[in-house]
Nanobody, 122 residues
Framework: QVQLVESGGGLVQAGDSLRLSCAAS?????MGWFRQAPGKEREFVAR????????VYADSVKGRFTISGDYAKNTVYLQMNSLKPEDTAVYYC??????????????????WGQGTQVTVSS
């Protein structure tokens, strides 16, 4: 397992932008972002696989969020634009070091960051 360190959360107003960062201590096959709001299950946000830099997004963030990465730095970013109050949650970075078909569920990931709070006020 790799260690993941996140940064970049905060309190913003609706319509604002934030960028989250996640640095891994070693190489991975895929890195992703999940979020969890109070009283809700952890949900998939976006992921990137380093092979071909393929990206996948949840429908709720498509067109507003962009995931990107710097393979040389083992770092992934989540640029969040046009933020909405319903985006408020703790955001977690996740990583997996080997291939798996289904990558949009928490169970697919073996490494997790500590989480960073994102709060969007209306």
């Amino acid at each position: 397992q790799v260690q993941l360190v996140e940064s970049g959360g905060g309190l913003v107003q609706a319509g604002d932008s934030l960028r989250l960062s996640c640095a891994a201590s070693g190489r991975t096959y895929v890195m992703g972002w999940f979020r969890q709001a109070p009283g809700k299950e952890r949900e998939f946000v976006a992921r990137i696989t380093w092979s071909g830099e393929t990206t996948v997004y949840a429908d709720s963030v498509k067109g507003r969020f962009t995931i990107s990465g710097d393979y040389a730095k083992n770092t992934v970013y989540l640029q969040m634009n046009s933020l909405k109050p319903e985006d408020t949650a703790v955001y977690y970075c996740a990583a997996r070091s080997s291939f798996r078909v289904i990558l949009s569920i928490p169970q697919a990931y073996s490494s997790w960051g500590q989480g960073t709070q994102v709060t969007v006020s209306s």
